[in-house]
C-alpha cells in the first residue's frame, strides 16, 4: 500500500485549538491547572507561559482555556481529580513584542 502524503496541520503562527489534535505537554498542562486551582482557592498562583517562535504556547494556552470555561475534558486527559471545584475562570492573552 502507497504511504499518502498528508499537510502537516501543526506550522507557526496557527495555535491549535482543537483538543483532539493537542498531544503532550502533560506537566506542563499539569502545572497550569494546579496554578487556576490554587487561585479559584484564594492562594493565587500566577504563570508566565514563555518560549520560542512556534513551540506551541498559544496551543498550550487554548487548551488552559478550554478548562477555565468549565471543559473538563482536560482533567480527565491528566487523570486530575478536582472534587466539584468549577473552573470559572477568565483568561487572559497577551503577546509581547519588542
Known sequence: MPKVL???P???GKP???PELFAGRKEELSLLVDA???TGTKN???IIVTGGRGIGKS???NQIDRLSGGDKTLLRELDIDAGNFKF???VCKH???K
Request: hydrophobic content about 40%; glycine content about 0%; charged content about 15%.
Open 6 to 8: 498528508k499537510t502537516n
Open 10 to 12: 501543526f506550522r507557526p
Open 16 to 18: 491549535i485549538t482543537d
Open 36 to 38: 487556576l486551582y490554587q
Open 44 to 46: 493565587a498562583n500566577h
Open 59 to 61: 496551543s498550550l494556552v
Open 88 to 90: 470559572n475562570f477568565h
Open 95 to 97: 503577546k509581547a513584542i
